[in-house]
């Protein structure tokens, strides 16, 4: 299970909110890293933090996709193979790629081999390369789709989190996602997409990092559509 997408008790003591965990530096942090030190570097300098670059987005929305059924964790630690093989997620080489692409990819025991992730990937990149013809970029099309404050709880907890794994902005960015022709980006694999990606501040109330991602989110301009 990701825990990015379902935060667990982590029951680290008394007063100590759920979802939370307190880590060796004092600080309080959510709890779905779990103490790993690469996961606990992505939550403190990437989770949660906007961005309007179209490689990056298409590059989330293809390892979501990798991640489904697995943990992040497992992607995270072949991100750097997988940034390789598909030429650092450039939209325009991706899409380039072909069926020879395919079954070398299948071979590579540095990244998931699964078939039908690998020709979604390639897929995807052709299709956000279409999008970002009609729309300017991908960015604006995808942030598009931010939910408004009226969609989001009063205080963002790790019970709320657990209980939410999927939103009513979340199901509507799939729906438009398959529309345009994409793959693997069901509405549980979009939410984690727009949690690690700003669309949201999911950092637990109390995290140490969660006022800096509303600082960025705040300073963040969004991307319009041409």
């Known amino acids: 299970m990701d825990m990015t997408r ?14 939370l965990i307190r880590g060796e530096d004092g600080l309080l942090r959510c709890a779905w890293h779990g103490g790993d030190a690469a996961y606990r570097a992505y939550h403190d300098r990437e989770w949660g933090r ?8 298409y590059e989330k929305l293809c390892l979501e996709g990798f991640q489904a059924g697995l943990s ?11 940034r390789v093989v598909f030429h650092g997620f450039s939209i325009d080489r991706v899409a380039a790629m072909d069926e020879t692409d395919i079954e070398r990819l299948v071979l590579d025991a540095r990244i998931i081999r699964h078939r039908g992730k690998i020709v979604s990937a390639i897929n995807n990149a052709r299709r956000a390369r279409a ?6 970029s991908l960015a604006a099309f995808l942030w ?33 996602l398959k529309k345009a022709g994409f793959s693997f980006v069901g509405p549980t694999t979009v939410y984690a997409f727009m949690q690690a990606m700003g669309f949201v501040n999911d950092h637990v109330e109390g995290c140490c990092v969660r006022d800096a991602c509303a600082a960025d989110r705040a300073a963040f301009a969004r991307p319009e559509r041409t």
């Open 72 to 82: 992040w964790l497992t992607i995270l630690r072949k991100r750097d193979a997988f």
């Open 144 to 176: 598009a789709h931010e939910p408004g404050s009226d969609e989001r709880p009063p205080a963002l907890t790790g019970p709320w989190l657990a209980a939410n794994p999927v939103t009513p902005a979340s199901t509507r960015l799939s729906k438009a």
């Open 6 to 19: 379902n935060p667990r008790s982590s029951h680290p003591g008394a007063g100590i909110p759920d979802g």
């Open 131 to 136: 999008i970002r013809a009609e729309q300017g």
């Open 50 to 57: 906007p961005t309007a670059d179209d490689d990056r987005l």
